[in-house]
């Protein structure tokens, strides 16, 4: 009998693309799929069909001949089984190895071979000044580590794993289903090969233990809320005595009471008096340092602002510092004696007429200082 058209067999049209062609493989290989359709001959067929003409469309090459010149210009290739093109559909075949018969290859050392412990988060909450200058603080995390007692093995001292006597250490139970060797998970020992007949008396067999540990995690300056420390294998420890994972500490910074942040910038009010602004005037202004001295020019308009450069936050990778921006606002009094208030309408009567305008919606006063600063600065 002649072969289909490979096309045909996926039911896709011959300028379909690599993912088509990978999706309606996918749906023949689920509905035809041995083990849905047991002791169908009809249904190993065309899953072997379906499975052969993706192994000749999803390779380039053996797709240009066979565009070219049909099932002739493929010979032998198009028998000749590369398991590499089924990655990626394990979901379905349940791993290259377990369909076709070739878990010694290239699944044995992967189910055999030691795993890596799973990786831990742990959230901390620091102070704002803490993420500026950087600390070095202490944590406390519950974990799985590996049973000292058995180094893992979960098998008591002096005793070893025996091999599984249903699958006798292969991890698989395989049968021969029509022309495919389908290998299934033992279940016996759970794909291990081997089943602990005297468990460690610590761990009762687990190979791990839980515990409570205290770690010292280092925080760099200038770091910021959402990033996060990696301690490398500070995460639980893997089964069977494997390495262990690692741990993610995840910061959050509190706020401060009047710095705001912007990447390493930071933006801060200053309240001051008309005097002040009017006539130029020395005034004390907030740091990551504490206070420092600046001298506001005579004629100061209420909201300016001005950068301090290398007063802002520590770069967290160590390269500099971002500025500090510092806008000036006017305070009015509320209450004034009444010699103040002399004083203030012969001021206002010294002083030229002016017109004044009012200031459309949604101009600049709206918005808040943080905004009001960006647009100067960009």
Same mark, same amino acid.
């Given at each position: 009998?002649?072969?289909?058209?490979?096309?045909?067999?996926?039911?896709?049209?011959?300028?379909?693309?690599?993912?088509?062609?990978? +999706?309606?493989?996918?749906?023949?290989?689920?509905?035809?799929?041995?083990?849905?359709?047991?002791?169908?001959?009809?249904?190993?067929?065309?899953?072997?069909?379906?499975?052969?003409?993706? @192994?000749?469309? @999803?390779? @380039?090459?053996?797709?240009?001949?066979?565009?070219?010149?049909?099932?002739?210009?493929?010979?032998?290739?198009?028998?000749?089984?590369?398991?590499?093109?089924?990655?990626?559909?394990?979901?379905?075949?349940?791993?290259?190895?377990?369909?076709? $018969?070739?878990?010694?290859?290239?699944?044995?050392?992967?189910?055999?071979?030691? /795993?890596? #412990?799973?990786?831990?988060?742990?959230?901390?909450?620091?102070?704002?000044?803490?993420?500026?200058?950087?600390?070095?603080?202490?944590? &406390?995390? =519950?974990?799985?580590?590996?049973?000292?007692?058995?180094?893992? +093995?979960?098998?008591?001292?002096?005793?070893?794993?025996?091999?599984? =006597?249903?699958?006798?250490?292969?991890? &698989?139970?395989?049968?021969?289903?029509?022309?495919?060797?389908?290998?299934?998970?033992? $279940?016996?020992?759970?794909?291990? #090969?081997?089943?602990?007949? !005297? =468990?460690?008396?610590?761990?009762?067999? @687990?190979?791990?233990?839980?515990?409570?540990?205290?770690?010292?995690?280092?925080?760099?300056?200038?770091?910021?809320?959402?990033?996060?420390?990696?301690?490398?294998?500070?995460?639980?420890? $893997?089964?069977?005595? #494997?390495?262990?994972?690692?741990?993610?500490?995840?910061?959050?910074?509190?706020?401060?009471?009047?710095?705001?942040?912007?990447?390493?910038?930071?933006?801060?009010?200053? =309240?001051?008096?008309?005097?002040?602004?009017?006539?130029? +005037?020395?005034?004390?202004?907030?740091?990551?340092? $504490?206070?420092?001295?600046?001298?506001?020019?005579?004629?100061?308009?209420? #909201?300016?602002?001005?950068?301090?450069?290398?007063?802002?936050?520590?770069?967290?990778?160590?390269?500099?510092?971002?500025?500090?921006?510092?806008?000036?606002?006017?305070?009015?009094?509320?209450?004034?004696?009444?010699?103040?208030? !002399?004083?203030?309408? /012969?001021?206002?009567?010294?002083?030229?007429?002016?017109?004044?305008?009012?200031?459309?919606?949604?101009? &600049?006063?709206?918005?808040?200082?943080?905004?009001?600063? !960006?647009?100067?600065?960009?």
């Amino acid at each position: 009998m002649s072969k289909r058209d490979y096309y045909e067999v996926l039911g896709v049209s011959r300028n379909a693309t690599e993912q088509e062609i990978k +999706s309606a493989y996918r749906k023949l290989a689920f509905k035809h799929h041995p083990d849905r359709n047991p002791g169908s001959k009809e249904a190993e067929e065309k899953f072997k069909e379906a499975a052969e003409a993706y @192994a000749v469309l @999803a390779d @380039a090459d053996k797709r240009h001949m066979f565009d070219r010149f049909g099932h002739a210009g493929l010979g032998s290739a198009a028998t000749g089984f590369d398991p590499t093109v089924f990655t990626g559909f394990e979901d379905i075949l349940g791993g290259l190895g377990d369909i076709f $018969g070739f878990g010694d290859i290239f699944g044995g050392a992967r189910r055999r071979g030691p /795993q890596r #412990g799973a990786d831990l988060r742990y959230d901390l909450e620091i102070s704002f000044d803490e993420a500026a200058r950087g600390t070095e603080t202490t944590v &406390q995390i =519950p974990r799985q580590e590996t049973c000292e007692t058995c180094h893992g +093995s979960g098998s008591a001292p002096g005793t070893k794993p025996s091999t599984c =006597p249903h699958c006798h250490g292969r991890g &698989q139970i395989r049968t021969q289903q029509g022309p495919f060797m389908l290998a299934r998970t033992c $279940g016996y020992c759970r794909g291990a #090969g081997s089943v602990i007949t !005297k =468990p460690c008396p610590t761990c009762r067999g @687990a190979g791990r233990v839980e515990k409570e540990r205290k770690l010292t995690v280092r925080i760099p300056a200038g770091i910021a809320t959402g990033q996060r420390l990696r301690l490398s294998g500070e995460g639980e420890g $893997g089964p069977a005595g #494997g390495p262990p994972g690692d741990l993610y500490v995840v910061i959050h910074v509190q706020s401060h009471p009047f710095f705001q942040r912007d990447g390493n910038d930071l933006y801060c009010e200053i =309240p001051v008096s008309f005097p002040t602004l009017a006539l130029g +005037s020395e005034i004390r202004i907030p740091t990551l340092e $504490g206070e420092e001295s600046f001298t506001i020019p005579e004629g100061t308009q209420s #909201g300016a602002t001005f950068r301090l450069r290398g007063r802002g936050m520590p770069d967290v990778s160590g390269r500099g510092r971002g500025d500090l921006l510092v806008t000036v606002r006017v305070v009015t009094p509320t209450k004034l004696t009444r010699e103040q208030k !002399k004083l203030l309408q /012969q001021l206002a009567a010294s002083l030229p007429g002016e017109k004044f305008e009012p200031t459309p919606l949604g101009d &600049q006063e709206d918005k808040g200082l943080f905004d009001r600063v !960006k647009d100067i600065f960009g």
